[in-house]
């Protein structure tokens, strides 16, 4: 195990260089997306429609903030439950989405879905999101505005602090 800065969108030698159980510090551009969000893209793409933004080399935190104080970019942004978006996982997987963060296990599909398409999954703590809203400087609805706090977010983010849960070799920390 060990702790490395990486810079979100993540690269392919990136990906490659993180393992299970590793500390990471993230800086970047990373996008909110939960339930609904994911629901209305898996559709979208089902119907060979075109997403109203580029999923390709994203990273994906599974997040629906509350809203924020008078000064705050954002308000408390803990995770949700991954495997929620469990079902809709793999075919986002295949069309560019390349990074995870969320809580808890994800399937097996999944794992085989982000082995076959070089794919990682982080973790973030559960119950700290007070604490990790303070990583994102930047945030901003960009798609699924009438989805409230479930709306698309693009967000800038700066030492966000998650493990590597599920490597792109498939070595699962919950296992």
Do not use: W
Not at 62 to 75: A, C, E, K, L
Not at 100 to 118: F, L, P, Q
């Amino acid at each position: 195990m060990k702790t490395l800065n990486i810079n979100s969108p993540l690269t392919d030698e990136q990906i490659e260089e993180l393992s299970c159980g590793d500390y990471v510090l993230i800086t970047g551009t990373i996008y909110s997306a939960r339930d609904a969000a994911h629901k209305r893209m898996y559709e979208a793409l089902e119907k060979g429609e075109e997403l109203p933004f580029d999923i390709k080399g994203i990273t994906v935190y599974y997040m629906g903030p509350t809203p924020p104080r008078p000064g705050n970019v954002i308000g408390s942004a803990g995770p949700t439950t991954s495997g929620r978006m469990d079902k809709y996982t793999p075919l986002l997987l295949s069309r560019g989405i390349k990074a995870m963060i969320g809580k808890g296990k994800r399937s097996e599909k999944v794992t085989e879905a982000m082995i076959e398409n070089h794919c990682v999954y982080m973790a973030a703590v559960g119950g700290a999101g007070a604490l990790l809203s303070k990583s994102i400087t930047s945030s901003e609805v960009i798609a699924y505005d009438d989805l409230g706090t479930e709306a698309v977010r693009r967000m800038e983010v700066k030492d966000f602090p998650a493990v590597v849960a599920i490597d792109c070799r498939g070595n699962c920390i919950y296992k």
